[in-house]
């Protein structure tokens, strides 16, 4: 597979060039280089263990590389390691918090961190905006799972960062706070926040990305607009069902349909140079076929993903 670099992103918030980070014999991330912009939403996608925490942490200040270099808001993290950073939140996939500090205490000592004056309107904001205005003044070791993972996601916000790595924040949550946090994600994206997220839920990603990035061995596979690689990989599938068995299809159907091993079934698969699906429905009717059911399938970003890793993405 040829991995082909995206065009330059105009007014990066993040710059990211042939960043490498080993742990003795692992190569963690391998040369990624990366550009993602003011106010977009950006999936990074892979497999665990792919690299995508590594990146992340590498950023972040959590991980430290071994080459590369690292620009925030125009700033090489190599002259500036503080500055930037306080522009940045994160979203950890492990809850970190001390367990005996109640909500509210613990996001005005997340507002210390960041150097910021005690705000009360703005804990106030968060809470109501993650629906956490009730559980204010309840120790955080008394939350349910789900309302940790909104306090995770209060504390990356309190401080108002330009940035906000998401990374795994749905894990192990319900449909309602899944649901929640995405309407809260385009919220921040219209204010202007640039959003990294990383997920297995790849309905997520497809829901809320505007951009995506692959990653796999610690190698960025590919970065693309979301939906022109839906456009450009994606296949549309006709699923169609037949009143009685077909013995065998005109010759016409024979180039990317398959008929069932029974007969009563046949998927027919778009191709470059080959009719659409639309197409080959009206030729099935005036055929006389005994079409009973039709049923129409399009990729989602799972297949493409799952195309990408196993190297049979087709560079742009």
Known sequence: MRYTAPAPVAAPVLQVEKLVKRYRDVVAL???SLQIGAGEIFALLGPNGAGKTTLIGAVCGLVKKTSGRIHLFGTDLDVDALGPRFQVGLVPQEVNFD???TVTESLRIQLGYYGRLPDEARIAEVLEALDLTAKANAQTRALSGGMKRRLLIAKALVHRPKLVFLDEPTAGVDVELRRDLWTYVRQLRAQGTTVVLTTHYLEEAEELADRVGIINEGRLLLVEDKRALL?????KRLVVSFERPVARLPEAFTGGSVLSEDGKG??????PGHPRAA???HALYASGLPVQEVETRASKLEDV???VLHGREVAP
């Not at 456009?231 to 296949?235: E, F, I, S, T, V």
């Not at 046949?266 to 191709?271: A, K, N, P, Q």
């Open 279 to 281: 197409e080959v429905l």
């Open 231 to 235: 456009q450009r990989m994606g296949k």
């Open 305 to 307: 993903l799952i195309e």
């Open 99 to 101: 367990p005996f500090f």
């Open 266 to 271: 046949l998927v027919y698969t778009e191709r």
């Open 30 to 32: 391998d040369g990624v």
